[in-house]
């Protein structure tokens, strides 16, 4: 039978595409990528992730039961400790401190896509915020493991960590249990209500295609002012 995510993923399947075929993800693994969009990158995500570890632990508070409780306070802890740990020790082969990668200006697209996350999950419910930011870790394990079928993506000597990391096993491991969780948590809900929790999937889906280009341009504000 045909569950909820996977209409989700039908409704987002273009721009999922669109992210696979984006140069900046292409030359991830492909090795083209130039550093500095990449250094970029790193520095935008780590404070994006910064945002993203609070969803986690708004989504522990919001849990109807203690095991999914644990579980939400688990994934916080698992971004803040391993996966940001990723961006930290890029920083250091860049020679960026610790204090100046948190320090780091937020980008307009950056803070747009987590302003908006954090909204839904402060005014919705414990669906509507994981459907927000299911794209997030989702969309991340899809890339991770296309990227490490390109001949040479693992073994890359400045992106093979980051094709490693997000087509781990552990990794995946994280996604699988959040489907799961979109799939309980839209049980017994309306139309109206699942075509909510597809607006906002749909939403972040298409800010995490902005995000790579952004990234790709090094873009902080599309306008005149510092
Ligand atoms: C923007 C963004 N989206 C998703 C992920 C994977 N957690 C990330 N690190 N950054």
Redesign the pocket.
């Known amino acids: 039978m045909a569950t909820f995510t996977d209409r989700l993923l039908r409704s987002v399947a273009p721009i999922w595409e669109q992210v696979h075929q984006h140069p900046f993800v292409t030359g991830l693994g492909d090795g083209t990528l130039p550093v500095d969009a990449f250094k970029f990158y790193m520095k935008q995500?780590y404070i994006?992730?910064i945002d993203?570890a609070k969803m986690f632990a708004l989504a522990s508070v919001k849990a109807y039961d203690l095991e999914t409780s644990a579980r939400f306070a688990a994934l916080q802890e698992s971004t803040l400790n391993t996966?940001m740990e990723l961006h930290r020790q890029y920083a250091a082969r860049f020679g960026i401190s610790r204090e100046e990668l948190e320090a780091t200006e937020p980008s307009f697209v950056m803070l747009g896509?987590t302003s908006y996350m954090l909204r839904v999950a402060h005014q919705g419910s414990l669906a509507e915020l994981v459907s927000s930011l299911l794209p997030?870790?989702w969309?991340?394990w899809e890339i991770g493991k296309r990227l490490a079928q390109v001949e040479g993506a693992v073994d890359h000597e400045l992106y093979g960590e980051w094709v490693r990391m997000y087509s781990s096993d552990e990794f995946g491991q994280l996604a699988i249990w959040l489907i799961d969780i979109m799939n309980e948590l839209a049980e017994g809900k309306n139309e109206q209500e699942l075509a909510r929790l597809e607006e906002y999937f749909v939403n972040t889906s298409k800010m995490?295609y902005m995000?790579w280009d952004m990234a790709y341009r090094e873009e902080m504000w599309p306008c005149a002012i510092n």
């Open positions: 995500d994006y992730l993203y996966e896509y997030c870790t969309s991340y995490e995000f």
